[in-house]
């Protein structure tokens, strides 16, 4: 069965430090999200991507996120300068064109110092 | 915007018995989905169960029922049978049927399985 894969599954890092989160959707899906959950509370979303550009951000998502599908598979999360509140577990999904069950990687447990 | 309430934090429920796990939303778009997650203590998100907002029949995936009552916005999810490997968090969600389809989350209820 198809899956959304991610890596690295936890990440350790210095505050300041830029980190880059990596996620492979599956394959004919359309729609790509990052999600994150600090520890203990709900799943917030984060950004949408699709057809090559961000379709929506959450007001978490600011100018020290960026995503990017650099080469066609490959989804990546990228932090420029990680702040202690940053750690969380961070999600990839992606979804088909039509409403199916969304589709989440086992994500990874970023740990800012 | 949608909103999730799961009124629940935690339960406590006794092996082999049935569980109901609450969830009620809101939102003003016509046609929505409803999803059940459940979260076991690795961490992953699990996909239990999906409800249309058009759908007719309330939906039913082996184990798992997802009690639909579209007047009073709730979609309570109905765990037949418990198992010990059932504990866990469950995290009610819905998206819009149309757009971008990103997912609001509930706070969450830990299911705790008694043996």
């Known amino acids: 069965e198809p899956e959304v894969t991610q890596t690295p599954s936890h990440q350790v890092t210095q505050m300041g430090q830029e980190v880059i989160l990596r996620c492979v959707p599956i394959s004919n899906h359309l729609y790509f999200y990052w999600y994150r959950q600090i520890l203990g509370q709900k799943v917030e979303f984060l950004v949408s991507f699709y057809n090559n550009e961000i379709s929506e951000k959450s007001e978490i998502f600011d100018d020290q996120f960026s995503v990017e599908r650099p080469d066609g598979s490959n989804f990546t999360l990228k932090i420029r300068s990680t702040k202690l509140e940053d750690s969380a577990m961070y999600f990839c999904?992606?979804?088909?064109?039509?409403?199916?069950?969304?589709?989440f990687g086992p994500g990874t447990r970023l740990l800012v110092l | 915007a949608q909103k999730i309430t799961q009124t629940q934090p935690g339960m406590f429920v006794q092996e082999k018995e049935a569980v109901t796990l609450d969830c009620t939303y809101d939102?003003?778009?016509?046609?929505?989905?409803l999803f059940w997650y459940k979260q076991p203590s690795s961490g992953e998100m699990i996909f239990l169960i999906y409800?249309?907002?058009?759908?007719?029949q309330n939906a039913t995936e082996g184990r798992y029922s997802l009690n639909f009552q579209k007047a009073r916005k709730s979609a309570n999810l109905v765990i037949s049978a418990s198992q010990l490997g059932d504990s866990a968090m469950y995290f009610c969600a819905m998206r819009p049927n149309f757009g971008n389809e990103k997912l609001t989350f509930g706070t969450g209820t830990r299911l705790t399985i008694i043996p």
């Open positions: 999904a992606s979804s088909e064109a039509t409403p199916t069950g969304g589709y």
């Open positions: 409800q249309g907002s058009y759908d007719q």
């Open positions: 939102t003003s778009d016509p046609s929505y989905g």
